[in-house]
């Protein structure tokens, strides 16, 4: 009995769990458990650092909480900075999706002590988590966000048919039309077709080295589809993917897009290819409620699912609003939509970086 006892004292202690941030090196192992946790996504890979370090100059704090040798759940945090636009500690800014992802109730809780305790060390207005889960229900959230989520079948015809008639017409116009579509080398087609676009929209555009560098650190997940009609461009989309997921991210048409079903057709493609590769979710992406691509990806079929976005206030006494939708932003849209391309172009960048 007694060396029951001895071997019993003499077991070792279980390490306590240890909360430290992503040091260089260690990207692989990290997105090793983004792989494998069923609650993180594509923009909880370590790459986002990279990128938003490197596009964006935004302070970043890639958090993880191990238990021993194994990693137990990961946070990553930027912090965006601005006079116009206030100051926030984001997981993750530029993204759809973020907050934390564990495998352990312990880990999940350790590091949102840790982010909490992180955002009043900084002495930002506020700390936010996008998430599609609830986290903290009593803290201020950001309704303004669905996203846009469904399965794509192993067989063509009947993805076409769970395309509502409508719509489906509009991808059925596309090719009859003469449409096509092929993978780039490059974004500078995208990059054509996404600055016009969202300039007609009143929005500040994205350097053309920010979409660079999302090919380049994401390599062979990140891809861009573009559609032509004879030696015009059409339409263009950049794309992400995860595990058996495919994210059509930033995305645009030229002002012959609606006349030719450009951008439906463009989607139907993109979903034909992922199909092909095994891919069986296909993720639209967040929109605002109400907007124009609400509609459309409706009219596609998609249920709007909620998105929390939960903040916690720490110095700020509510939340900014920086939506385009914010009726203090409608002079500035209209001015935009009124300058230049190229100097939309220019000018953008300094703006959008901002903005998260």
């Known amino acids: 009995m007694s060396s029951n006892r001895e071997a019993l004292s003499l077991a070792p202690e279980p390490e306590p769990l240890r909360i430290r941030s992503l040091a260089p090196g260690e990207e692989a192992r990290w997105d090793a458990f983004v792989d494998a946790c069923p609650e993180a996504t594509f923009f909880h890979r370590a790459g986002w650092k990279e990128v938003i370090d490197r596009a964006f100059g935004h302070p970043t704090y890639f958090l993880m909480a191990e238990n021993g040798a194994a990693i137990e759940g990961v946070l990553p945090l930027a912090r965006v900075r601005s006079r116009l636009f206030g100051d926030a500690l984001i997981s993750l800014p530029f993204a759809v999706y973020g907050g934390i992802a564990a495998t352990t109730p312990q880990a999940a809780s350790a590091l949102d002590e840790a982010a909490q305790a992180l955002a009043e060390e900084l002495g930002v207005g506020h700390l936010e988590y996008r998430q599609r889960k609830p986290m903290h229900p009593d803290w201020p959230t950001k309704g303004l966000y669905v996203t846009f989520r469904a399965k794509i079948a192993p067989d063509s015809q009947a993805n076409m048919q769970a395309i509502p008639r409508k719509q489906r ?42 979409f660079d560098l999302l090919r380049e650190v994401f390599g062979p997940s990140c891809d861009v589809l573009s559609v032509t009609h004879g030696d015009r461009l059409v339409a263009s989309v950049l794309s992400f993917y995860f595990r058996d997921e495919v994210l059509p991210f930033y995305g645009g048409g030229t002002h012959l897009a609606r006349a030719l079903a450009g951008n439906d057709f463009m989607y139907w493609q993109l979903m034909e290819s992922a199909r092909e590769r095994g891919y069986r979710l296909f993720d639209f992406g967040r929109s605002k409620r ?34 385009p939708l914010n009726p203090k932003y409608r002079l500035f849209i209209a001015l935009w939509q009124r300058l230049p391309l190229p100097a939309a172009n220019a000018l953008g960048p300094h703006i959008v970086r901002n903005l998260g």
């Open 169 to 210: 017409a509009m991808v059925r116009k596309g090719i009859q039309a003469g449409l096509c579509s092929e993978f780039d080398a490059d974004n500078e087609r995208f990059f054509r077709a996404y600055s016009e676009s969202v300039h007609r929209l009143g929005t500040p555009v994205f350097a053309r080295r920010y």
């Open 290 to 323: 109400d907007a124009g691509s609400y509609h459309f990806k409706k009219h596609w079929g998609f249920e709007p699912q909620p998105l929390h976005y939960e903040c916690r206030l720490v110095t700020a006494t509510a939340l900014p609003d920086n939506s």
